[in-house]
């Protein structure tokens, strides 16, 4: 074939341009002057056929792996495949960094913990960390290509929803420091069921004492314990402080109105009030606690750092609409995590309550059995109203609703019930997977 005439670039000559040019983009749209336009192919394109856009946009340089695309210039670079390229890069540029790889990974509190620990970091380093969603074979070599040799230490986010995901995420990003926040019901069609999940987290664990890496150890989940129960290289935390063995101290949490933790660490004590919801909230600000305090950032700092972050993209967070107050934590949506969000709102001192909750997506032949385990852990005298809405919940519920209970096959159709409604000061709970798009019942 004529493609194996030209010659193929070099991962150190690509190397040298990168460093000379270092900002990659995947989406001709965003190209802009001197980046690197790196053409991926996808399910329904390919980023190859977008070279000529990105180069008249500016770009210094294109890498694309389809030579239909390709012409004789010195800004394009003919390659067998970008993607395992990007990837082979982003590997190539970790093993020249010299500076602490801590990477998150774990079924829940993934984002939020990355959001604080790079606060809490910020306080005393330069930190980088994982932009947005960037956690996959795509975004996590993205994410590594933006850490410069000005970062002092690097937080590394790995989403993964299938075997030996983690595995091939860790070969890119070789850690030195690890967190697994939790061992939970998520991803059970991909991963296999729980068993599944915990095999997916042997492979993080394995990696972790291939390497002799940290690990902040949670205590409290007795999967990690059963994972990691002969390995010594570990920094502790737990809500407890199980056997005097962690770093810093939780001596209270306080989860309302916002979640307040009380933390020691030698001799200093504070109390943190964070713009957080939920118990399951209280060991990530522990977490991102010790993170701070192991890497020299004082419990203060780590305080000063915690109070200043107030939760986005609907994770845990709390909107105020005319007389009403939403708890959107409908980023995503797993029994693990939807079970604990519903006990602590169950709780809440709250006259005028609102329970939403929307399907739970990916979780395989468990889907029916887990969603009837929500349904029946809901007290529903804690509530003014129950909504459920997606089919999943309503093929559970066979008619079997209470007074105040309501089933709706979509999100659309809830809101227009909620609209009818005409809700004054209450406090509403939703919580469901991304493809619900709860959100949108907001000022209903």
């Not at 989406?27 to 390919?46: H, M």
């Not at 020249?96 to 005393?124: D, M, W, Y």
């Not at 852990?377 to 309503?394: A, C, E, P, S, W």
Request: hydrophobic share 35%.
């Amino acid at each position: 074939m004529e493609s194996q005439s030209i010659s193929m670039e070099s991962l150190e000559s690509i190397y040298q341009k990168y460093l000379q040019y270092p900002n990659i983009v995947t989406d001709s749209r965003l190209a802009v002057p001197d980046c690197i336009y790196w053409g991926i192919k996808g399910e329904r394109f390919d980023g190859s056929s977008f070279c000529k856009d990105a180069l008249d946009k500016g770009a210094r340089y294109c890498v694309i792996d389809n030579f239909d695309y390709y012409h004789d210039s010195e800004q394009i670079i003919l390659i067998e495949n970008s993607l395992k390229t990007l990837q082979d890069l982003a590997q190539h540029h970790r093993s020249l960094l010299t500076i602490p790889v801590l990477a998150i990974t774990g079924s829940n509190g993934k984002t939020t913990t990355k959001e604080l620990t790079q606060l809490v970091l910020s306080q005393g380093l330069n930190t980088f960390s994982t932009p947005g969603n960037l956690n996959n074979h795509i975004g996590l070599p993205l994410s590594l290509l933006k850490v410069s040799t000005n970062h002092q230490i690097a937080i590394l986010e790995l989403g993964a929803n299938h075997q030996q995901e983690h595995q091939f995420l860790l070969e890119i990003c070789q850690p030195s420091h690890y967190v697994i926040t939790n061992i939970g019901l998520d991803h059970l069609e991909g991963f296999g069921g729980f068993e599944g999940v915990i095999k997916a987290t042997k492979e993080v664990t394995d990696d972790l004492i291939h390497r002799n890496g940290i690990l902040f150890n949670n205590l409290d989940d007795q999967e990690i314990q059963n994972l990691v129960k002969k390995y010594s290289n570990t920094v502790n935390y737990s809500l407890e402080g199980a056997n005097g063995t962690d770093l810093i101290e939780c001596m209270d949490v306080n989860l309302y109105p916002f979640l307040t933790v009380k933390l020691k660490f030698q001799a200093e004590e504070v109390e943190i009030y964070s713009h957080l919801f939920g118990q399951f909230n209280a060991i990530n600000i522990i977490l991102a606690s010790t993170i701070g305090v192991y890497f020299g950032i004082s419990l203060s700092e780590c305080k000063r750092a915690i109070e200043y972050y107030i939760p986005t993209n609907n994770r845990s967070q709390r909107i105020k609409i005319d007389t009403n107050e939403y708890i959107l934590d409908a980023y995503n949506a797993n029994p693990s995590s939807m079970s604990l969000g519903i006990v602590d709102f169950q709780n809440y001192p709250h006259p005028n309550k609102f329970l939403i909750l929307g399907d739970m997506f990916e979780l395989g032949k468990a889907s029916e059995n887990e969603h009837k385990k929500i349904i029946e852990l809901i007290d529903t005298n804690q509530y003014n109203m129950v909504i459920f809405v997606g089919q999943i919940f309503k093929n559970c519920l066979n008619s079997g609703l209470l007074a105040n209970q309501f089933v709706f096959d979509s999100t659309l159709d809830s809101k227009e019930f909620l609209k009818e409604q005409n809700i004054k000061n209450g406090l509403f709970y939703l919580k469901g997977s991304r493809g619900m798009k709860l959100e949108t019942l907001l000022n209903t």
